[in-house]
């Protein structure tokens, strides 16, 4: 089992990740600091300057260390990714932070191609635990970078059918951009795109 210190560093790297505040009209979320969006603080009633609502100008008050708690409760133990094997609590913790429960039902498709069987349904519970548990029991030093490659195939899929979304996923010179790079930290560089790679996977895009 993770530590508490271990888990809290895990959550301070995701908010250095994550940056600073931003109100991308690409990007669904809406206003974000420190990865925490307006919806997530409307949700849990976050109205930091106290004037009767959550607004922007709540999300542009919030503290590296309000993000933090925030995830620790909200994105890690809430959901209960601290109940799933060691070995992939950093990776599903940090999608979920990106992605909410789309990156439970990634784990969970990937459990059933493991023929571990559980539903696809974006909840963490004794099912999807469990078959997480055998899976990475068979599978120990793979099952990380596993679900790392399928991460980055859903951004990849997510930017193929959403044009405003491709800006994530490849910098304006064609690289390979945050989206990809993120998914990457928690693959093993074997398994990383090559450049060429990465080109030929994008190629469609224009």
Not at 22 to 42: C, E, F, L, Q, S
Not at 94 to 99: E, K, Q
Not at 123 to 130: H, L, R
Not at 167 to 185: L, N
């Amino acid at each position: 089992m993770a530590t508490t210190q271990t888990v809290r560093r895990m959550a301070e790297e995701i908010v250095a990740r994550e940056g600073g505040y931003v109100n991308d009209p690409d990007d669904p979320g809406g206003a974000t600091k420190y990865g925490v969006t307006i919806h997530t603080m409307r949700r849990l009633g976050l109205d930091i300057d106290g004037d009767g609502d959550v607004d922007a100008e709540d999300v542009k008050r919030i503290t590296r260390q309000q993000a933090v708690d925030i995830y620790l409760q909200h994105y890690f133990q809430r959901p209960r990714i601290d109940e799933l094997p060691e070995v992939l609590h950093d990776t599903v913790f940090d999608m979920y932070v990106n992605a909410g429960n789309n990156a439970v039902k990634l784990l969970q498709r990937l459990l059933n191609q493991m023929g571990e069987r559980c539903a696809v349904d974006g909840g963490i519970g004794p099912e999807t635990i469990g078959a997480a548990a055998r899976a990475a029991a068979k599978a120990p030093d793979h099952i990380r970078d596993a679900y790392g490659i399928a991460r980055r195939n859903y951004y990849f899929d997510l930017a193929d059918r959403r044009p405003a979304s491709r800006k994530y996923a490849r910098t304006v010179r064609g690289g390979k951009g945050g989206w990809i790079k993120r998914a990457e930290e928690f693959i093993s560089p074997r398994y990383h795109l090559t450049d060429a790679q990465f080109q030929a996977r994008t190629r469609a895009w224009g």
